[in-house]
């Protein structure tokens, strides 16, 4: 019902910067929530930058907060995730996810499991 396709990944060296977007198709009215997640090889997913939909309120993990911010245009169709001072560890697969449901604890971090929709992924990799 929701459809996501990210853009904006590539190389980049320590210290650079890079925007993905994620261009949200569908019944994108039906979303609560969005979130950003990365994945580096042998390691589990991990929640990376949320937020809601309806208040715009928003969450980043420890990580990243301070470096990277998550947004979404008015009309719901894109969220940006604008990453600053890259270090070699944000090198990972960054993915895009919807949440239809509510969620109790927001501003928080959500797991991967809480989300419907998923975007196929898009490469990220920072050079020392």
């Known amino acids: 019902q929701v459809q996501l396709a990210e853009s904006g990944g590539g190389s980049v060296q320590a210290g650079g910067s890079l925007r993905l977007s994620c261009a949200a198709s569908g019944d994108t009215d039906s979303t609560n929530y969005m979130g950003w997640f990365r994945q580096a090889p042998g390691q589990e997913r991990e929640g990376v930058a949320f937020?809601?939909?309806?208040?715009?309120?928003?969450y980043h993990v420890a990580s990243v907060r301070g470096r990277f911010t998550i947004s979404q245009d008015n009309a719901k169709k894109w969220v940006y995730l604008q990453m600053t001072s890259l270090k070699p560890e944000d090198t990972a697969m960054y993915y895009c996810?919807?949440?239809?449901?509510?969620?109790?604890?927001?501003?928080?971090?959500?797991?991967?499991?809480?989300?419907?929709?998923w975007g196929q992924g898009i490469q990220v990799t920072v050079s020392s």
């Open positions: 937020i809601s939909t309806r208040g715009r309120s928003t």
């Open positions: 996810a919807a949440r239809v449901g509510a969620w109790r604890n927001f501003p928080a971090s959500l797991p991967a499991a809480a989300f419907e929709y």
